[in-house]
T-cell receptor
């Protein structure tokens, strides 16, 4: 158990819909990272937040957005869903902003299926 | 930009045999290097990491990896594989820029262990 929690575990929805994925980082960790893992694209970094502020952006679509709240939990919002958005979405956390000795601890993931 | 190559998508070894998973990276300076393992239906777990110092790094579950700067490699090894090692293994390279860390993952190597 990494200490990172993600809800829900599974999510099934239809095209065009909007969903919210939730992540609670390890106690004391200030950074949260979101990743998308699909069979064809592998593990892709989406976005990072540090202490409530966006710090880095990866391959995140404009239809996707995220935020980190004062209690440090984070939500990833996916809208206008398409079939290709079906994937495993992982959240990871680390202690600092991403300095030299920070490893990331991964949650169990949310499996999103878009029908 | 950094990149990671894991040339072997799928490897099959017999239980008790030795294992080496290859990883090559591309980055202008010395990166931070990681190996993660993902069991089916689980999140990623850190096996080991290299930041500096001794180029032979020991990790959990009996794994080790060696950083070879001249070859831009960070191969993962285990002297005797157990059936429970069957999983997907990801090499990752981390760099810091502007105070934040960017981690790029390889495509992963799926390990099958046969009795």
């Amino acid at each position: 158990d990494s200490g990172v929690t993600q809800t829900p575990k599974h999510l099934i929805t239809a095209t065009g819909q909007r969903v919210t994925l939730r992540c609670s980082p390890r106690s004391g960790d200030l950074s949260v990272y979101w990743y998308q893992q699909s069979l064809d694209q592998g593990l892709q970094f989406l976005i990072q937040y540090y202490n409530g502020e966006e710090r880095a952006k990866g391959n995140i679509l404009e239809r996707f957005s995220a935020q980190q709240f004062p209690d440090l939990h984070s939500e990833l919002n996916l809208s206008s869903l398409e079939l290709g958005d079906s994937a495993l979405y992982f959240c990871a956390s680390s202690h600092g902003s991403g300095g030299t000795t920070n490893e990331q601890f991964f949650g169990p993931g949310t499996r999103l299926t878009v029908l | 930009a950094q990149s990671v190559t894991q040339p072997d998508i799928h490897i099959t070894v017999s239980e008790g045999a030795s294992l080496e998973l290859r990883c090559n990276y591309s980055y202008g300076a010395t990166p931070y290097l990681f190996w993660y393992v993902q069991s089916p239906g689980q999140g990623l777990q850190l096996l080991l990491k290299y930041f500096s110092g001794d180029t032979l790094v020991q990790g959990i579950k009996g794994f080790e990896a060696e950083f070879k700067r001249s070859q831009s490699s960070f191969n993962l090894r285990k002297p005797s594989v157990h059936w429970s090692d069957a999983a997907e293994y990801f090499c990752a390279v981390g760099t810091t820029s502007g105070g934040y860390q960017k981690v790029t993952f390889g495509i992963g190597t799926k390990l099958q262990v046969i009795p």
